[in-house]
């Protein structure tokens, strides 16, 4: 394999674009590429997306990832959006490209790549959780990976008790007063179906963009149960009874707690937690770690079942934990491991 060949045709530039052949950017926006597609929704892979909806001529994504674009405000022509299936073929002048699901949020996809001009096959992780099991692993040449837990020490303990933990927490919160849970877009409908598989019957209460997004996703075969819009006539009858449990964008907690009774109970789903599934922050606060990314051992297995003769990092959205993954592949797995976006001279030292 030609390393500077491939990095002309496979890369991650510096706007946390994807690169794959000449038409595909993926995740954020670069000038000159055709088509953009969007793994999912979460605002790290939705950059410049208006920019893309402007000047590429096809914007591409899963059937509910595409659903909850426009919930979020995103406005695609028809003519310009492309809505496809897992599995589905896509042939281009250079190549051949299908989503492979992924367990991450609703939506979510990891997009195969068949280079015809390179003749190797490339595949793109996206964000991810349980590899092998959720997330199928794709067998490539050269494997993209993202890196979000990508430190060694970032090893989630208890992290199949968290579910568990989280009902049991809300279900006693519940019987002194009214739960307010944060979170960010799909984690936020992944707790509402956990608790609802879990029994828990209070009425759910949010703000419109979060009802609709749940609305969504409920068509999609996740349990919402009972959930009206925060102003609605319903809500106001729910508020009265105080029994109830509010979901709000992790952006909000400040000025929800600021603004909530002493009787309220504010939880936080967060992937920032290692030691425990869960934490008592103060009388009113908990933390939950509930992760939609795997951890640092997760990572390392999927490149491992890959086994690729080249893997990049996605630095553009994991910073120095990239740095540190690709260090540790290379240590590890003895797999050529480049963090990007970077230069082409600092790459020629990674491949010592
Ligand atoms: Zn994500």
Same mark, same amino acid.
Request: no cysteine; glycine share 6%.
């Given at each position: 394999m030609n390393l500077e060949k491939i990095l002309d045709r496979i890369s991650i530039k510096s706007s946390g674009a994807i &690169?794959?052949? #000449?038409? !595909?950017? +993926?995740?954020?926006?670069?000038?000159?590429?055709?088509? /953009?597609?969007?793994?999912? @929704?979460?605002?790290?892979?939705?950059?410049?997306?208006?920019?893309? &909806?402007?000047? #590429?001529? !096809?914007? +591409?994504?899963?059937?509910?990832?595409?659903?909850?674009? /426009?919930?979020?405000?995103? @406005?695609?022509?028809?003519?310009?959006?492309?809505?496809?299936?897992?599995?589905?073929?896509?042939? !281009?002048?250079?190549?051949?490209?299908?989503?492979?699901?992924?367990?991450?949020?609703?939506?979510?996809?990891?997009?195969?790549?068949?280079?015809?001009?390179?003749?190797?096959?490339?595949?793109?992780?996206?964000?991810?959780?349980?590899?092998?099991?959720?997330?199928?692993?794709?067998?490539?040449?050269?494997?993209?990976?993202e890196s979000t837990y990508g430190r060694p020490e970032w090893l989630r303990r208890m992290k199949d008790l968290a579910e568990e933990l989280f009902i049991d927490l809300v279900k006693q919160l519940l019987s002194q007063g009214p739960v307010y849970i944060y979170g960010y877009h799909g984690k936020l409908q992944e707790a509402m179906h956990i608790l609802r598989t879990g029994g828990i019957i209070a009425p759910f209460l949010a703000p419109y963009k979060i009802y609709k997004i749940s609305k969504v996703t409920e068509k999609y075969g996740y349990e919402i149960g009972e959930l009206y819009p925060e102003n609605s006539d319903a809500a106001c009858e729910v508020l009265r009874t105080r029994w109830y449990i509010l979901f709000e964008h992790l952006s909000k907690i400040r000025q929800r707690i600021m603004s909530s009774s002493p009787q309220v109970s504010h939880i936080v789903l967060t992937g920032w937690e290692f030691e425990?599934?869960?934490?008592?922050?103060?009388?009113?606060?908990?933390?939950?770690?509930?992760?939609?990314?795997?951890?640092?051992?997760?990572?390392?297995?999927?490149?491992?079942?890959?086994?690729?003769?080249?893997?990049?990092?996605?630095?553009?959205?994991?910073?120095?934990?990239?740095?540190?993954?690709?260090?540790?592949?290379?240590?590890?797995?003895?797999?050529?491991?480049?963090?990007?976006?970077?230069?082409?001279?600092?790459?020629?030292?990674?491949?010592?």
């Open positions: &690169i794959m052949g #000449s038409n !595909l950017m +993926i995740d954020a926006h670069e000038p000159g590429y055709p088509i /953009r597609i969007v793994t999912h @929704i979460h605002h790290d892979h939705i950059t410049d997306l208006n920019k893309s &909806i402007r000047e #590429s001529s !096809l914007i +591409i994504g899963t059937p509910p990832t595409l659903e909850i674009l /426009r919930e979020l405000g995103y @406005i695609i022509p028809d003519y310009k959006s492309l809505s496809l299936d897992y599995g589905r073929n896509i042939r !281009l002048d250079d190549g051949e490209f299908k989503f492979i699901p992924s367990k991450h949020v609703i939506g979510s996809t990891q997009v195969f790549f068949r280079d015809y001009i390179l003749g190797i096959d490339v595949g793109y992780t996206s964000d991810f959780k349980d590899p092998g099991k959720g997330t199928p692993i794709m067998n490539v040449d050269v494997l993209v990976i425990s599934a869960y934490r008592k922050l103060n009388e009113r606060v908990w933390k939950i770690a509930l992760s939609d990314h795997g951890d640092f051992e997760d990572l390392l297995n999927y490149v491992t079942q890959s086994s690729p003769r080249l893997v990049i990092v996605d630095k553009a959205r994991a910073g120095t934990a990239a740095d540190i993954f690709a260090h540790e592949i290379m240590k590890k797995l003895k797999i050529p491991a480049i963090p990007m976006p970077k230069t082409i001279t600092s790459i020629k030292s990674y491949m010592r």
